[in-house]
């Protein structure tokens, strides 16, 4: 039985993965790191509260078999791509250090289709430097998932994506445009758990095409 460590648990992935989590046999602990409490009717779930800008405080936390992070923001919730990018970088490295750290074997992280440290595009960039500086950790195993627009219920309204969701299905038919469709985020999370139960490479990373695939 294994004990899952949990980041971005209150995400549109995030949930999805919790709920999962709760029915699979395979995991008897499940470690919710949140900033909020969250409310779940199950004693497998564990839900630390926890200041994510003092996150090296919270080092004991991190135990377990496998950390899934799909922590993240928008630059509209933080405010600035500055402070997007203490979340989604700076947070995300902290704690991958921390599980690394504790002995943690596997590391199953949410990029970004696009992810690249060179792009042009700040968001895109950034998901290609947390990939390259989570790459040398020591977990004995390295999962990173590339999806695309995510789609299904979030708590916050964000209208771009809302119309993307409805637009892009029609428009990624075409086939030089599919490799951007979009993806439900339980099949995401479908996906993390997946990979959780399975043998693989010490660094593995999913393009959008194999996350349809579970």
């Not at 075409?174 to 399975?198: C, D, H, N, T, W």
């Given at each position: 039985m294994k004990t899952a460590i949990v980041i971005g648990a209150t995400g549109l992935i995030g949930q999805h993965l919790l709920n999962q989590l709760l029915t699979d046999p395979t995991?008897?602990?499940?470690?919710?790191?949140?900033?909020?409490?969250?409310?779940?009717?199950s004693k497998k779930i564990v839900n630390h509260v926890v200041d994510f800008n003092k996150l090296p405080s919270y080092?004991?936390?991190?135990?377990?078999?496998?950390?899934?992070?799909?922590?993240?923001?928008?630059?509209?919730?933080?405010?600035?791509?500055?402070?997007?990018?203490i979340v989604d970088v700076g947070y995300q490295y902290q704690a991958a250090k921390m599980a690394a750290k504790n002995g943690v074997a596997h590391y199953v992280l949410v990029s970004s289709s696009g992810a690249n440290k060179n792009a042009n595009s700040a968001y895109f960039k950034m998901k290609g430097e947390l990939e390259n500086m989570v790459k040398p950790l020591s977990f004995q195993r390295i999962s990173i998932l590339q999806p695309s627009l995510l789609l299904g219920e979030r708590n916050q309204f964000r209208l771009g994506e809302v119309l993307s969701s409805y637009l892009l299905p029609i428009i990624c038919k075409?086939?030089?445009?599919?490799?951007?469709?979009?993806?439900?985020?339980?099949?995401?999370?479908?996906?993390?758990?997946?990979?959780?139960?399975?043998?693989g490479e010490q660094c593995e990373i999913y393009s959008l095409d194999e996350l349809f695939n579970t």
């Open positions: 995991f008897s602990k499940v470690v919710a790191i949140t900033r909020k409490p969250i409310q779940y009717n080092s004991a936390q991190f135990n377990g078999n496998v950390l899934f992070s799909c922590l993240g923001t928008t630059k509209k919730q933080a405010g600035s791509i500055e402070n997007q990018r075409l086939p030089f445009l599919k490799r951007y469709r979009p993806i439900e985020g339980a099949q995401v999370a479908k996906k993390m758990i997946s990979l959780s139960k399975q043998q």
